[in-house]
């Protein structure tokens, strides 16, 4: 195991420095140099242009200032934002609970759906609650998210006048920050009025967000049921005289989530991408949001250190993945080492 | 082709579906000046925000309606075709062409060009598709041909390693060792007696990278990063109509309708042609 752990750390490291030289690189290959970029619309007169350039070290040698990036970095100093003034990491870290939050709903609407979607889907094989199961997934999986989010404001916020357009709360509700999820903190204040708008808030995002994770999910679940279903251990099961839920919930389902589990993993990557556009249609106060609003103010460090922080977030839950996937599943780890 | 393959391939009712509505729409795109009613950029000054023709207020001169400016839904529709089958194959053509090279010279060569390359390969894949994308068109400024250039980026990995793992499994064949034992040179091995049997994988995945590729750049123009207005691109159509969603649906839902089905029916032909060529490959 520590084997295996330390040969998934070697393949990250090659991967961290490479993001950290795309993030170093951006803020040097956007037009105009750096301090012009810090100076922004209005300019800079060539004399302080110099001393400035001076100042943050751009006039040494390229490799001499990444690895002054890199020193900074290693003390958690991304550089600051040219909007806020604020360092990048306490930027970054006060909107991250709203993305995760998020992200957090959206993955358990996927999955609540999804997995018994999966299933169903599995055991009916070729009759037509698999085709609609499976056709609503393919179909769900080819949705624009960025328009389906659209689609659901005009239906529930439009019409049915049910959720909000926008935001994460309503205004008129202060909720004490204590872990930073909005759903937390207003229970653990007692607040129920402000825990109801909350929830309202995050239902359009959230399955905005989990659509796209829900059709994979069903559709690997499908596929993985399946191939267990045809196992040698679940027709001894059968034979046994087990109840077919027993034989469906406990044997086949537990061997089946195991690549469902990797699936899981990398659909986080498909969740920050995808947080990017729905936090811009609901005005949602997450990192996503943040990000876009960054590039068209042309906030490059912010974009910068942005950049880098996501890259890690998800190469530190691929290696969790595929920590969790050894334990659960000796064969793979055996075969990796 | 080969007989048992079309026979696999209409067996599926959906890859048969997704092929028609495929061809449909490049006949669509190719005739988009004769098919469509108006120009895309006419502008109606008196028929501004019409809704559709079977509603109430519709006129048959504007079946799916006008848009804020007075311009024909149907007609920018169709002609926005024209710039989604574009954006495909050019992403395609560029990601498919440098993965190939990528992944045919990593499996050929083995050893620490390979490692260069795949860790290469890793990087791209730990930031989000989208987010690397936006980035890389940040640098570059926002437009139609830099929004496809980020995204033929940003595929790169996915043809690169699959060539690669096919090429590693097709060299330890029989027939490669016998063309090699016949005096072929590394060229003829990598690129007439390899790389041919190594296509299948790489047809499926670009059909179903084509449909990722129409999605991405819709939404890169939706963000404003992509192609810029007055183009009939869908994904910038829907953009410019995001102030009007409670007024006037039809101007956000029939861009994306489209864009819906370009990239599902992309998606059931890539499905059919995998299960075809190779049953047992797995959607990634």
């Known amino acids: ?305 942005g950049l880098l922080l996501i890259a890690l977030c998800i190469m530190a839950v691929n290696l969790l993945v595929d920590i969790l996937y050894g334990m659960a599943d000796p064969r793979i780890r055996h075969a990796r080492e | 082709m080969d007989p048992a393959f079309w026979k696999h391939f209409r067996r599926s009712r959906g890859a048969f579906i997704g092929m028609i509505v495929v061809a449909a729409l490049a006949l669509i795109a190719v005739l988009a000046d004769v098919v469509a009613p108006y120009a895309p950029d006419t502008q109606f000054r008196d028929a501004l925000l019409l809704p559709p023709a079977w509603l109430e207020g519709g006129s048959w001169n504007f079946v799916l309606g006008t848009d804020p400016v007075g311009r024909d839904i149907l007609s920018r529709l169709i002609y926005g075709a024209r710039f989604s089958l574009f954006i495909g194959l050019i992403v395609i053509a560029l990601s498919l062409c440098g993965g190939v090279l990528l992944g045919l010279v990593a499996g050929f060569f083995r050893g620490s060009l390979e490692i260069v390359i795949l860790r290469l390969m890793d990087i791209i894949l730990a930031v989000p598709s989208l987010l690397l994308a936006l980035v890389i068109v940040a640098i570059l400024g926002p437009d139609l041909f830099n929004a496809m250039l980020a995204i033929a980026v940003v595929y790169l990995p996915h043809y690169a390693r699959l060539t690669r793992a096919s090429v590693i499994a097709q060299s330890k064949r029989d027939y490669v060792t016998a063309s090699r034992i016949s005096g072929a040179r590394n060229l003829r091995l990598m690129f007439i007696t390899i790389l041919p049997n190594c296509l299948s994988p790489l047809i499926v995945q670009a059909t179903l990278g084509f449909s990722s590729a129409v999605l991405d750049a819709a939404a890169l123009g939706f963000l404003g990063m992509g192609a810029q207005p007055p183009t009939p691109e869908w994904g910038t159509m829907l953009a410019d109509a995001r102030e009007f969603i409670l007024r006037a649906w039809w101007v956000v839902t029939f861009p994306g309708l489209a864009i819906l089905i370009t990239v599902l029916s992309f998606n059931l032909m890539g499905d059919g042609l995998r299960d075809a060529l190779d049953p047992k490959m797995k959607r990634a």
Do not use: C
């Open chain 1, 1 to 305: 195991m520590i084997r295996f752990l330390l040969l998934r750390l070697a393949q990250i490291i090659p991967a961290f420095i490479g993001v950290s030289l795309i993030a170093f690189a951006f803020i040097r290959l956007v037009p105009g140099d750096p301090i012009e970029v810090l100076s922004g619309e209005r300019g800079i007169d060539p004399e302080r242009h110099a001393e400035l350039m001076a100042k943050f070290g751009y006039d040494k040698p390229l490799h001499q200032q990444y690895f002054d990036y890199l020193y900074n970095l290693a003390q958690g100093d991304l550089g600051a934002s040219l909007v806020t003034r604020k360092p990048v990491l306490s930027e970054f870290a006060s909107l991250f609970p709203a993305t995760l939050e998020l992200s957090i709903a959206a993955m358990l609407f996927a999955l609540v759906l999804g997995l018994p979607a999966g299933i169903i889907a599995a055991l009916r094989r070729g009759k037509p609650a698999d085709h609609i199961l499976m056709g609503s997934a393919l179909t769900g999986y080819s949705m624009p998210i960025f328009w389906w989010g659209l689609l659901l404001i005009i239906l529930f916020s439009g019409i049915l006048q049910w959720t909000p357009v926008s935001g994460r709360i309503s205004v008129i509700h202060y909720v004490t920050p204590v872990t930073g999820f909005l759903l937390i903190d207003s229970l653990l204040a007692g607040d129920i009025d402000a825990f109801q708008s909350a929830l309202r808030h995050l239902i359009l995002p959230a399955i905005t967000l989990g659509t796209i994770p829900l059709a994979v999910l069903a559709r690997q679940t499908r596929s993985a049921m399946l191939e267990v279903l045809g196992e040698e251990y679940i027709r001894a099961a059968r034979a046994k005289g087990l109840t077919p839920w027993r034989v469906v919930l406990l044997h086949a389902l537990r061997n089946a989530l195991i690549p469902v589990l990797t699936t899981i993993g990398l659909q986080v990557g498909v969740l920050l991408a995808g947080a990017i556009l729905t936090e811009t249609i609901f005005s949602w106060p997450g990192i996503g949001k943040w990000l876009v609003h960054s590039i068209f103010s042309r906030d490059y460090p912010s974009v910068q250190g």
